[in-house]
């Protein structure tokens, strides 16, 4: 049976991480659709992405973090079981993404220096403020061919792409962490230590008609099940039920 994948952070770094990886998500999906129907989609996304980097230090996470997985890549090669060669791609990444991200101008700063961008993200910082008749300056953009507006898409994520790079790699080792495991509950609520752990990952089965909501922090935490509810919006689901786990 398929399920549905859900993901809650533990701290506030991750936190970060799984926002911008969603950002990205959204913007780099716009490349591939009519840019002049998801041209919104596309510029709240790139804003929300250089809001969240300037106003905490995701770069000097991701640093940390990638010398936290070079040390450890390094270890791993003494192991005689480790595939060699994907450990060797791993290694040259991490050390490539290591140093563009230390170069004291990053290439992202290049956005908020773009006058059509500044131009519009002041807008967009208004609710309703990206209509078209504020914003002739878009339509006319929107108004050139298709194959200029990917190209300059492409060229603002360019900009981005050590950071999207490094989060993809950070995060793709943090989920592999752990592997998932079966978890029965009799009353629809679990706990337990969130001592090291950094993500939960929770797998439940499609079309079982409740989902998770979780509290905690990297101490403890807990998952209470809930349905939808049409008077209160949702109800806590009380019964016994089977969901996975993984606890990265």
């Known amino acids: 049976m398929s399920s ?16 911008l990886e969603q950002l990205f998500t959204q913007a780099t999906s716009c490349l591939s659709s009519n840019i002049t129907m998801s041209h919104q989609v596309f510029f709240a996304s790139l804003f929300s992405i250089i809001d969240t980097l300037e106003r905490n230090d995701i770069r000097g996470d991701l640093i940390k973090d990638l010398e936290k997985l070079e040390q450890n890549l390094v270890l791993w090669s003494r192991s005689p079981a480790i595939d060699s060669k994907i450990l060797e ?4 990444q ?21 006058k059509f961008l500044s131009s519009l993200k002041q ?3 208004m609710q309703g403020g ?19 507006l990917s190209q300059e898409i492409e060229q603002w994520l ?9 989060l993809t790699l950070i995060l793709m080792f943090i ?3 752990s592997n998932f495991e079966t978890i029965n509950t009799e009353n629809g609520f679990h706990q337990d230590n969130g001592e090291g752990i950094m993500l939960l990952r929770i797998k439940v089965n499609k079309g ?10 990297k101490f403890r935490y807990s998952i209470r099940f809930m349905l939808p509810c049409n008077e209160s919006g949702r109800k806590y689901y009380d019964q016994a039920l089977q969901f996975q786990l993984a606890q990265c």
């Not at 791609?89 to 040259?92: E, G, K, L």
């Not at 991490?94 to 773009?114: A, F, M, R």
């Not at 360019?158 to 490094?166: A, G, R």
């Open 175 to 177: 989920r592999q962490r």
């Open 123 to 125: 807008r967009y910082a």
């Open 89 to 92: 791609v791993n290694i040259q």
């Open 208 to 217: 079982s008609g409740y989902y998770p909501t979780v509290s905690g922090n």
């Open 94 to 114: 991490t050390v490539s993404l290591l140093c563009l991200l230390k170069s004291p101008t990053p290439q992202w700063n290049q956005l908020k220096d773009d």
């Open 4 to 19: 549905v994948l859900y993901e809650h952070p533990l701290n506030e770094r991750i936190r970060n991480y799984l926002k």
């Open 158 to 166: 360019n900009m981005l792409e050590q950071i999207s790079n490094s």
């Open 130 to 148: 990206s209509s078209s008749f504020d914003l002739p300056q878009l339509k006319f953009w929107l108004s050139q061919p298709e194959t200029i």
